[in-house]
């Protein structure tokens, strides 16, 4: 491409491609109400022992640009839920959802959002901080404040909260001959209901918003059967469905 184009058209176009989200991603931001709204969720009971530490957002919507400021999250934990900043990944991936229309994924999303948090917090813990589970949980739970937060602004277009996590399951073994192997997934909970739809079984949804490995791979690359793959009814309680496989 360069070599048929030139590099001054080939930057010329990369930047057409950015300033394409940006305006994709304003043009969104203008169809909400401006105003300061606010959301708020939880990782609870960490440990077992009833510590609960909360992610805050105050969002600001003005004309074509946003802010998340997330500066009033609890403090850093000693636990490894906390997140190094995915948070503007989260941001961008709630603008996407909503936007309804196909906004193209590259840095232009970003340019009209800016994301504020406190260092030592939770969300801006430090380089020294555990941060394993930040991924698959915390990032899910500021997914669900930014919902919290537009259900205000816009309680039409928001789901409710989903299954909250990206349920990851993890095997391991050794082959016998000198290798280990792991198999990885991320199991599926719910998406929650919107004002004109019920909620749907067994989607991922935020963080876990990714298909499942096929039956036929696993088998394939690990030294693990799947007999069987199924719904299991009411598993989330009543009026709950979730999966199975074993």
């Not at 991603?25 to 969720?41: A, H, I, K, N, S």
């Not at 490894?80 to 999303?109: E, H, R, W």
């Not at 205000?152 to 000198?178: L, N, R």
Request: aromatic share 6%; net charge negative.
């Amino acid at each position: 491409m360069l070599a048929k184009h030139g590099l001054n058209a080939f930057r010329d176009a990369i930047e057409a491609q950015l300033d394409q989200s940006e305006k994709q991603t304003r043009d969104w931001l203008v169809r909400v109400p401006d105003g300061t709204y606010f959301g708020e969720d939880e990782l609870d009971n960490l440990n077992g022992d009833g510590e609960h530490v909360a992610v805050r957002l105050e969002l600001t919507i003005e004309g074509d640009s946003a802010i998340f400021d997330f500066s009033k999250t609890d403090d850093a934990i000693e636990s490894p839920l906390n997140s190094s900043p995915y948070l503007a990944a989260a941001a961008c991936y709630m603008v996407k959802a909503l936007a309804g229309d196909q906004i193209f994924n590259n840095a232009g999303v970003f340019r009209p959002l800016q994301i504020i948090t406190r260092p030592g917090s939770l969300l801006d813990p430090g380089a020294s901080a555990p941060v394993c589970g930040g991924t698959t949980e915390t990032t899910q739970r500021v997914a669900d404040a930014i919902i919290k937060a537009l259900s205000t602004a816009m309680p039409e277009q928001v789901s409710a909260g989903g299954c909250g996590t990206a349920g990851i399951t993890i095997f391991s073994g050794h082959d016998g001959v000198g290798k280990w192997w792991t198999y990885y997934e991320s199991h599926a909970g719910g998406e929650g209901a919107r004002a004109e739809r019920d909620g749907h079984a067994v989607t991922r949804t935020n963080v876990g918003n990714i298909m499942n490995t096929p039956a036929e791979l696993i088998e394939s690359e690990f030294p693990i059967e799947i007999s069987r793959q199924q719904v299991r009814k009411r598993s989330g309680g009543s009026g709950g469905i979730g999966a199975v496989m074993v």
